[in-house]
């Protein structure tokens, strides 16, 4: 066996130690399913074709929603797996990456709480190590903390949710502020034209948009539903000022993560706010410290950190080599409400996971 599989061999069995059944998840998903879940801004990245009825599929860019899907219908239950297989993302702009690579990683259903956030990052921590992984840049944030210091802030409910939704996006929460300080972000002529129609008239007029250009609607979503949320974008109005410019302190904050705590307690007495999900955060990170795991020295904490898939929503970490941290090695984090939404919430559940690219583990196979 070569060095390489050889470390692959001994970051999988890290894994597969702590993480019950192995599984090899569907490689084909409904589109609809990805871009319901994190929208047509992951469109670019996916390996998409449509079959003879018209419907669009994709090959998995992840394990986690395929895994999570089973869990949803209940064709597996609700415990503890591992894997080892390919994955499939076109290439960003200006990289030579390949379509298919392999990705291990582990998804946990049923459990929750701090212990198992720390368990799941000192899991993946030291996968990484064992498959060859040195000098790793380590990235920890709180999507549940993010949401919570937006409601803190008294957005307007249209605000809050937009807000809420656009973390996990590129153009994040500080450019959507920053649009709308600067008048950027005002309504289009057509929402405008149909905020001032009846709501059956204005359903009829994205119809007949749509029929003029030849196009469907995409995301599972009807004429009425897209009429309905283009009249809200022209009810909205710029959020006030004063609790945008919070928040953006608050996407500002960046320490190692030692200090982060620290750093959350000076913002919300700065910001004159109360934020309860502070004391699931600061024990947290008294438990990841306890444990100690490589790379946890050097961590840092960013109150921006994220992950391209809208359904993580709690803890959240990210790694990659400290020379190249546009190529992240992995991630993984909390997802309690993906089966929940998978499922129509017919069933629900805890979830926390992890991913390594095999390819990108070793420093001098980047």
Not at 162 to 190: I, N, V
């Amino acid at each position: 066996m070569s060095g390489g599989r050889a470390k692959a061999g001994a970051a999988l069995a890290k894994i597969a130690a702590v993480s019950g059944a192995l599984i090899d998840p569907p490689t084909l998903l409904p589109a609809r399913t990805i871009l319901e879940l994190s929208g047509e801004a992951v469109r670019s990245r996916l390996c998409t074709f449509t079959d003879a009825m018209g419907e669009e599929f994709c090959l998995r860019p992840d394990m986690t929603t395929p895994i999570a899907s089973q869990v949803a219908v209940g064709s597996i239950p609700a415990q503890r797996y591992h894997y080892s297989g390919s994955a499939y993302r076109l290439a960003a702009p200006g990289s030579n990456d390949a379509i298919e690579f392999a990705q291990m990683g582990f998804e946990w259903f049923g459990g929750g709480g701090v212990d198992e956030d720390a368990e799941a990052l000192a899991l993946a921590l030291e996968a990484a190590k064992a498959g060859g992984a040195r000098e790793v840049s380590l990235r920890v944030g709180d999507v549940a903390l993010f949401r919570a210091v937006v409601d803190a802030l008294g957005f307007s409910p249209r605000w809050t949710e937009r807000l809420k939704r656009s973390f996990a996006r590129r153009a994040g929460p500080k450019e959507l502020l920053e649009q709308a300080a600067d008048g950027l972000d005002a309504p289009s002529p057509l929402a405008a034209g149909l905020a001032a129609l009846p709501a059956e008239d204005a359903r009829r007029a994205v119809e007949e948009i749509f029929a003029i250009a030849g196009v469907q609607p995409v995301g599972g979503r009807g004429a009425a539903e897209i009429a309905e949320r283009l009249c809200d974008r022209a009810a909205e109005r710029a959020p006030d000022a004063g609790a945008a410019a919070k928040l953006i302190a608050y996407l500002d904050i960046e320490a190692p993560a030692g200090n982060a705590l620290a750093a959350l307690r000076a913002f919300t007495k700065d910001a004159g706010v109360d934020v309860a999900a502070l004391d699931a955060f600061a024990e947290r990170m008294d438990r990841i410290a306890a444990l100690n795991p490589p790379f946890w020295k050097s961590a840092t904490f960013s109150a921006e950190a994220g992950r391209r898939f809208e359904y993580y929503d709690g803890f959240v970490f990210d790694l990659g080599h400290a020379n190249a941290p546009d190529r992240p090695i992995g991630g993984g984090g909390r997802y309690d409400g993906l089966v929940g939404r998978l499922s129509g919430n017919a069933r629900s559940s805890g979830a926390i996971g992890a991913a390594l690219r095999v390819d990108r583990l070793e420093a001098d196979r980047t």
